[in-house]
Protein backbone atom coordinates (compact mmCIF):
# COMPACT_ATOMS: atom_id res chain seq x y z
CA UNK A 1 0.00 0.00 0.00
CA UNK A 2 1.19 3.29 -0.93
CA UNK A 3 1.67 5.90 2.25
CA UNK A 4 2.92 9.70 1.58
CA UNK A 5 3.48 11.32 4.72
CA UNK A 6 5.07 15.33 3.97
CA UNK A 7 7.51 17.13 5.92
CA UNK A 8 9.45 20.22 6.05
CA UNK A 9 6.75 22.98 5.99
CA UNK A 10 7.39 25.95 8.24
CA UNK A 11 6.93 29.62 8.66
CA UNK A 12 9.77 31.81 5.95
CA UNK A 13 9.66 35.47 4.92
CA UNK A 14 8.84 35.95 1.86
CA UNK A 15 11.93 35.46 -0.88
CA UNK A 16 12.96 32.62 1.04
CA UNK A 17 13.23 28.95 0.45
CA UNK A 18 12.23 25.71 1.46
CA UNK A 19 12.77 22.25 0.36
CA UNK A 20 9.17 19.87 1.05
CA UNK A 21 9.63 15.71 1.41
CA UNK A 22 7.25 13.07 0.42
CA UNK A 23 7.89 9.96 1.78
CA UNK A 24 5.85 6.94 0.54
CA UNK A 25 6.67 4.68 4.10
CA UNK A 26 4.67 1.68 1.97
CA UNK A 27 5.29 0.32 -0.97
CA UNK A 28 7.55 2.14 -3.51
CA UNK A 29 6.36 4.63 -5.85
CA UNK A 30 7.27 2.43 -8.87
CA UNK A 31 5.43 3.26 -12.08
CA UNK A 32 3.49 6.30 -10.32
CA UNK A 33 3.35 9.82 -11.12
CA UNK A 34 3.47 12.56 -8.04
CA UNK A 35 2.28 15.58 -8.03
CA UNK A 36 2.14 17.94 -5.42
CA UNK A 37 -1.44 20.19 -4.48
CA UNK A 38 -1.96 23.10 -2.10
CA UNK A 39 -5.12 24.67 -0.40
CA UNK A 40 -5.38 28.18 1.23
CA UNK A 41 -7.65 28.89 4.03
CA UNK A 42 -11.06 29.75 2.05
CA UNK A 43 -9.10 28.78 -1.35
CA UNK A 44 -10.01 25.15 -3.45
CA UNK A 45 -7.26 23.06 -3.83
CA UNK A 46 -4.76 24.16 -6.63
CA UNK A 47 -2.18 22.21 -8.55
CA UNK A 48 1.06 22.97 -8.20
CA UNK A 49 3.29 20.58 -9.61
CA UNK A 50 3.81 17.29 -10.75
CA UNK A 51 6.17 14.62 -11.91
CA UNK A 52 6.63 11.66 -14.07
CA UNK A 53 7.22 8.03 -12.59
CA UNK A 54 10.52 8.40 -15.29
CA UNK A 55 11.38 11.83 -13.81
CA UNK A 56 11.59 12.83 -17.49
CA UNK A 57 8.74 15.26 -17.51
CA UNK A 58 7.28 17.95 -15.25
CA UNK A 59 3.92 19.38 -15.16
CA UNK A 60 4.22 23.14 -13.58
CA UNK A 61 1.05 25.31 -12.68
CA UNK A 62 1.61 29.16 -13.91
CA UNK A 63 1.89 30.20 -10.51
CA UNK A 64 5.10 28.60 -9.60
CA UNK A 65 7.16 28.63 -12.67
CA UNK A 66 10.68 29.69 -12.65
CA UNK A 67 10.56 29.27 -8.70
CA UNK A 68 9.58 25.84 -8.05
CA UNK A 69 10.97 22.37 -9.24
CA UNK A 70 10.11 18.73 -8.13
CA UNK A 71 12.06 15.98 -8.41
CA UNK A 72 12.42 12.12 -6.94
CA UNK A 73 15.11 10.17 -5.62
CA UNK A 74 14.30 6.03 -6.02
CA UNK A 75 16.35 5.12 -3.69
CA UNK A 76 14.59 7.08 -1.01
CA UNK A 77 11.22 6.26 -1.63
CA UNK A 78 11.36 10.25 -2.29
CA UNK A 79 9.87 12.92 -4.01
CA UNK A 80 10.96 16.56 -3.39
CA UNK A 81 9.11 20.03 -3.92
CA UNK A 82 12.16 22.50 -3.98
CA UNK A 83 9.88 26.56 -3.63
CA UNK A 84 12.42 29.44 -3.95
CA UNK A 85 11.23 32.87 -4.26
CA UNK A 86 8.55 32.19 -2.31
CA UNK A 87 5.81 34.80 -1.75
CA UNK A 88 3.03 35.45 0.95
CA UNK A 89 0.16 34.05 -1.62
CA UNK A 90 2.21 31.03 -1.58
CA UNK A 91 0.86 30.38 2.21
CA UNK A 92 -0.85 26.85 2.14
CA UNK A 93 -1.21 23.31 3.10
CA UNK A 94 0.88 20.98 0.72
CA UNK A 95 -0.45 18.14 -0.15
CA UNK A 96 1.77 14.68 -2.01
CA UNK A 97 -0.26 12.97 -3.99
CA UNK A 98 0.22 9.75 -6.55
CA UNK A 99 -1.52 7.91 -8.67
CA UNK A 100 -1.12 4.40 -10.31
CA UNK A 101 0.04 5.88 -13.79
CA UNK A 102 3.34 6.59 -15.27
CA UNK A 103 2.37 10.06 -16.53
CA UNK A 104 1.87 13.48 -14.68
CA UNK A 105 -1.96 14.92 -14.70
CA UNK A 106 -3.19 18.57 -13.06
CA UNK A 107 -6.21 17.21 -11.94
CA UNK A 108 -6.50 16.26 -8.25
CA UNK A 109 -9.17 13.49 -9.17
CA UNK A 110 -6.73 11.11 -11.18
CA UNK A 111 -4.45 10.81 -7.86
CA UNK A 112 -5.45 7.72 -6.19
CA UNK A 113 -3.15 8.48 -2.69
CA UNK A 114 -2.64 11.78 -0.58
CA UNK A 115 -0.90 12.68 2.09
CA UNK A 116 -1.75 14.46 5.71
CA UNK A 117 -0.65 17.87 4.22
CA UNK A 118 2.42 20.03 5.96
CA UNK A 119 1.78 23.51 6.61
CA UNK A 120 3.92 26.43 4.65
CA UNK A 121 3.21 29.83 5.75
CA UNK A 122 5.21 32.82 3.82
CA UNK A 123 5.63 36.47 6.22
CA UNK A 124 5.89 39.55 4.53
Known amino acids: QVQLVESGGRLVQAGGSLRLSCVNS????????VCWFRQAPGKEREFVIA????????TYADSVKGRFTISRDSARNTVYLQMNSLKPEDTAVYYC?????????????????WGQGTQVTVSS
Open 97 to 113: AARRRPTPSAFGDDYDY
Open 26 to 33: GRTFGSYA
Open 51 to 58: IAWSGAST
